[in-house]
Each structure stands twice: as C-alpha cells, then as structure tokens.
C-alpha cells in the first residue's frame, strides 16, 4: 500500500466517524437543541472526528471503491447515530407527554408557548418539566456520559459493521412503549389532586347551586395543580433520575446488539 492509499483509508474512516457523531448531535438531549447553532455543532463533530481517528483501527475489509458502497457504510454510521441519540431523547419526551396530561386537566389546553429547543408549540406544564429534566440531566453530566457513549460505540460497533438485530427494535419498541407509562407515573400527584379537586366542586355543586362553580372552578384547579406540582417536584427528580439510569441501560444494551 502506498502512502497515498494510506492516507485515503483514513480520510474515509474519518468520514464515517463525523457522520455518526453529527448523527447523533441530530437528535441527542441538549446537543440537538436548536438553540445551539448548526455551525457549532457541526464544528465540534468535526474536532471530535479529528481527535478519535487516529484512534480508530482501520477495518480489514477494504473500503468500496464506488461511491455508491461508501455511501451505503455511511447510512449505517448515521442509523447508529440517530438510533442512539433517539433512544436519549426518549426520557424528555416522556416528561412533556406528563405535562401536557396536566395542562389538560388543569385547563391548559390552549395555553402554549414557543420552545426555542425546537422552534414548536409546547404546552406550559409540559415546557416546565422538560427544562427542569434538562437542569437534572446536566446536573447528573449527561452530557458528558454521551460523549463517553460516543467514544464506547466506536468499540462495541465498529466502523462497517453495523448489524440492526431484531433486538434492538424490539428494545427501541419497548422504550418507546415506556415512554407513555412514564409520563403517567410523572403526573399521577398534579392528576390525582385534580380529579379529587373535580370531585368535591361537583358535591359542592349540588349542595350549594346559587354558587357558579363553573367559573370559580377553572381557577381553583389551576391553583390546586400548580400546588401539586410545587409538593411533588421532589419525586419528579427521582422519576427523571430513575428514567435517566434506564436510558443509559438501554443505550448500553444496543451497542451490544448492532
């Protein structure tokens, strides 16, 4: 092999290694935020590429020599990219599904506000706990854990190799799966204080009708589902917390099985 072929191999491993890395700043918690700009990210999947090659050993199968082979390795780099920053984002997901359960219930419905995290319409309750999940998770460094994450699935899948075992759609099935339960579990004290709230306006409705609990009622549940909130803002840190240890489980799990 001559020098030139050499340094040829290389410039093609460090185009697979951006293209996962870039793949994944996509998609993962805080990195793929749009508030962060385009340029930024791209910049630092390029010093990071620029740092991990030389690390990297060249595959022993020969590279395609078209670029239609090169491309496909490329698909397979950006699937495991987004495939693992997918997986991250689930747990932030859940929380919104959470609070906008309770926007619902407290008469939030129609009451949304711009996330400059995705330039989309959120609910208040529901853009309330996604920040205070962000605030948990980089408390936790979590963004550090997926740099780390990056650099490990260089080892447990290397470059060419990508391999989608029915496993891993099964666990990415299953996570998804949570997702709903675990937004459940983290409205259930606003919920429950609501639906209670429901209940005794409507027995009071009945013993007191001169009194029009139709008016007063929309803002003795707000009042009644931001003290909820307030009281169980400490088991929101420990769903979060537990769902975050789950996530990176699951994250582990398929790098093993791609």
Do not use: C
């Amino acid at each position: 092999m001559s020098p030139f072929d050499f340094e040829i191999t290389h410039l093609k491993v460090f185009g697979l290694v951006f293209v996962r890395m870039t793949a994944l700043f996509v998609v993962a918690p805080f990195f793929g935020s749009r508030t962060i700009p385009a340029a930024i990210k791209v910049s630092l999947a390029l010093v990071l590429s620029l740092i991990l090659t030389p690390l990297i050993p060249v595959p022993e199968a020969p590279f395609p020599e078209d670029a239609v082979g090169y491309a496909l390795l490329g698909v397979g780099e950006v699937a495991v990219g987004l495939i693992m920053g997918f997986m991250m984002f689930l747990v932030f997901m859940a929380t919104q599904v959470g609070g906008q359960v309770i926007d619902l219930q407290m008469g939030f419905g129609l009451q949304n506000i711009l996330n400059p995290a995705f330039e989309t319409q959120f609910p208040l309750v529901g853009f309330l706990y996604y920040l205070m999940a962000i605030l948990i998770f980089l408390g936790l460094e979590g963004h550090h854990k997926i740099l780390m994450f990056l650099v490990t699935s260089f080892r447990r899948v290397p470059i060419t190799t990508f391999n989608l075992d029915s496993m891993v759609l099964t666990r990415v099935v299953e996570a998804f799966a949570a997702l709903f339960s675990t937004g459940v579990r983290i409205a259930a004290p606003a919920l429950a204080a609501l639906i209670l709230t429901s209940v005794a306006m409507g027995i009071l409705a009945r013993l007191v009708p001169q009194i029009n609990f139709l008016n007063v009622g929309f803002s003795v549940r707000i009042a009644a589902g931001l003290v909820m909130i307030y009281f169980s803002l400490g088991m929101f840190g420990l769903l979060v917390r537990g769902a975050l240890d789950g996530m990176w489980r699951d994250v582990a799990f398929m790098l093993r099985h791609m």
